[in-house]
């Protein structure tokens, strides 16, 4: 899903799935059908522990991946649904408008 943003700086919102190391796994799809490797400089940040929602801002490295810019917490409580809803909402050119 991330092919067409190679290069590009980008934000996403998921899941933590996993971490291990530098990396972290977000699973960006409910039921987890789309998975994003986020690959950080350091540790990851404190707030991105498995479980929790998460808003990711990094630079797209591969079509499954991106270099960690900044991260945000969501909560545990987060409805990615409706977050994914307004980004469709956001990319269509008759209401692009409403979200600059």
Avoid: W
Wanted: proline fraction near 6%; aromatic fraction near 8%.
């Amino acid at each position: 899903a991330l092919k067409q943003y190679v290069g590009a700086e980008v934000a996403i919102a998921g899941k933590v799935a996993s971490m291990s190391g530098s990396e972290m796994v977000l699973q960006c799809e409910e039921g987890g059908a789309a998975a994003v490797r986020v690959v950080c400089a350091s540790a990851p940040p404190p707030s991105t522990t498995p479980g929790v929602f998460v808003q990711v801002r990094g630079r797209v490295s591969s079509e499954s991946a991106l270099q960690l810019v900044s991260a945000y917490p969501l909560g545990s409580n987060f409805d990615l649904a409706n977050y994914y809803a307004m980004v469709s909402l956001a990319e269509m050119p008759e209401y692009r408008h409403l979200f600059v």
